[in-house]
Structure formats: C-alpha cells, structure tokens
C-alpha cells in the first residue's frame, strides 16, 4: 500500500506521536493527514468526513481514531475493503467509509506482536492502530494480525430533512 491516511479526534501534536510509531516500524510510509480536529469524541463526524475522503485515497491503509470507548471492552478491528484497508476502533467509524470502498471482511486485532510493546489505556492511536497500519503497509497479512469476526458496530450517516409543516 503506498499511503497511510489519519482520521482522528486527538489535536495535530498528538498525531505526530502516531506518526513516529508507523515510521519506526516503515521509514517508507508516506502517511497523510485527512484531519486530527474531529469535535471531541464525534464519531458521526468522523466517520463523515473519513466516508468523504478515503475513495481519493483507493489503495490505502485508513486509520480512524475517534474513540469514546478506548480503555473499555470495545473491539480494535481492521476491515478488509477491495483496494484498501481501514483500521481503527468498533464504534462506527470505520464503516460508512469502508462499504464505500467494497468492505469485505473485518477482523478483530490480536496478535500483540503487530502493536507497541507497552499499550495505553488511553492512546490505542498511537500503541495499536498505527502499528498496525504500519505493519499492512509492510506486506503483513490481515489474517495474521487478527481474526475474522461478524459482528461489529455500525452507524448509518444517511440525512434525512424534517418533515414539512
């Protein structure tokens, strides 16, 4: 894959820390902001934008970081589209965009060997996705870093106007 985009909630100098984790682990990525000021913990607007922007980038690794939930129970997934992959938390985010894209199969990340040694409970941006991401852009199999799985959180970002009066 030749570009790794970012999707987050998380200010620009904090993405910087995203950044240096994927290029520790592949000094060739060429990675792309989309935005890094989401309106705090807004996924609907995250996952709007991400819907948005990612088909300009159709061979990509997206990684979406708008996560009220880091730190809880919730899944860390990947989905698997046609061209391109998106990697990021279940809440949501992610899929708008990734049907747009030929979503194919998610999988649940578990192999801790893809993610920085010391995770914290508060920045899976920087200690699971972006070295995730960073690992797929390296040529590594999905289906080594995780395992298929069917359910997953989905949000619809369809509008619909008010009725007339």
Known sequence: MKFITLTTDIGWKYASQMKGVILSI???????DIAHDISPQNIREGA???SQVAPYFPQAIHVGVVD???????????VECKESFFV?????????????????????????????????????????FAPVAAHLSLGIKVSMI???????????LLYTSPSPR
């Open 26 to 32: 592949n000094k060739d990525a060429k990675i792309v």
């Open 48 to 50: 709007f934008i991400l």
């Open 68 to 78: 009220p939930g880091v730190g809880t129970e919730r899944k860390a997934i990947i």
């Open 88 to 128: 990021g938390p279940d809440n949501g985010l992610l899929i708008p965009a990734a049907k747009k894209m030929g979503m194919r199969a998610v999988y649940e990340i578990m192999e801790k060997k893809y993610m920085r040694e010391e995770i914290s409970s508060t920045f899976h941006g920087r200690d699971i």
């Open 146 to 156: 995780g395992k298929k799985i069917h359910e997953y959180k989905e949000i619809c």
